[in-house]
């Protein structure tokens, strides 16, 4: 418990003492803060041809984590968090869709909980200091080492070391994706009445996941050589299109970015899809193997995108 004291005491100290604490220190304090405090604020949500305001509660007491994030715009969407298992509730006119996603972070929480992970990939470069939501904030850059990832900008909090705002910038320094809390506060109180989806009960309920006794348990195919520093976090079989199929859906990533591979079996009635595109701040790649519709999503270059649609092989032909 000691050790803990002193431990803590020294992230404080280095937070405001550039220089005298190994510097890396800072996103340490920022990862642990969007994980262990609770708070409740709206923050701004913006990418290339996107703009929302997110509502998010999060508490940690102590023992687990819980998160609700709420959709104030367009579409109801809602996303529950228990420790790293996340339920996404999305509703349409007549029904609610619901996903179950593991691994993925969101904002604040977007760095991962080892810090060392990232090291060997990014470089740590700190600027000026800025009021964000009304707090005072130290400007770090996150630098890539090489072209598979994008720049992160944040804003920390100076007090309690809280992402309040992040930009990922491209190599030509255009913003991709922002976010920015324009309302924030801690709470301490551990009531978790809030932590419930708010849709509508008279809609259909369906789950879009595959029961993993109905997934085909033979060899679909190998994945290898992947970007430098990426990292399988997930893989699930779900139900996907107008009409519904069975689709492999890995997520990838290097601590920071996020990229989905979906893989899919091509009905004869329908059309397969090749080449590159851009929707909104992502890339979507998209090629034809053995009979299998392949395709590539992510905010990150498009050279990573290309690079993880190129590491299936031994794909089983159709």
């Known amino acids: 418990m000691q050790g803990l004291v002193i431990g803590l005491i020294t992230l404080a100290l280095s937070f405001n003492a550039h220089g005298v604490e190994d510097p890396w220190l800072h996103l340490v304090k920022a990862s642990q803060a969007a994980r262990k405090l609770s708070y409740k604020g709206i923050f701004l949500y913006q990418n290339s041809q996107d703009i929302r305001s997110i509502e998010i509660t999060h508490l940690n007491n102590g023992e687990e984590e819980f ?11 809602e996303a529950l968090s228990r420790g790293n ?51 005072e904030a130290q400007i770090v850059y996150l630098e890539p080492k090489d072209q598979f990832r994008y720049l992160y900008k944040f804003w920390l909090d100076k007090e ?17 994706e922002q976010a920015s809390f ?40 190998t994945i290898a050589n992947l970007p430098a520093g990426y990292k399988e976090v997930s893989h699930v079989t779900r139900t996907m299109g107008t009409k519904p199929q069975l689709v492999h859906h890995w997520v990838f990533s290097d601590g920071l970015s996020f990229v989905s591979l979906f ?12 080449g590159e595109t851009r929707v909104g701040s992502s890339h979507v790649h998209a ?9 590539v999503v992510g905010s990150v270059p ?9 590491s299936i092989q031994d794909m089983k032909a159709h």
């Open 67 to 77: 998160a609700r994030m709420v959709t104030l715009e367009g579409q109801p969407r």
């Open 85 to 135: 298992n996340m339920t996404v509730f999305n509703s349409n006119k007549d029904n609610v869709i619901i996903q179950q996603r593991q691994g993925q972070s969101l904002f604040p929480a977007i760095l991962p909980a080892d810090i060392e992970s990232i090291k060997a990939i990014y470089t740590l470069r700190f600027a000026n200091q800025e009021r964000i939501s009304g707090r």
């Open 160 to 176: 309690f070391g809280l992402i309040l705002k992040m930009s990922i910038l491209d190599h030509q320094q255009k913003m991709i």
């Open 182 to 221: 324009n309302q924030i506060g801690l709470f301490s109180g551990q009531d978790l009445n809030w932590f419930k989806p708010d849709v509508d009960i008279h809609k259909k309920y369906i789950m879009n996941e595959v029961p993993e006794n109905k997934v085909p348990l033979e060899k679909y195919c």
């Open 263 to 274: 893989v899919n079996s091509i009905p004869k009635d329908q059309k397969s899809r090749s």
């Open 287 to 295: 090629r034809v193997m053995n009979g299998h519709q392949i395709m």
């Open 302 to 310: 498009e050279v990573t995108i290309q690079k993880i649609s190129n």
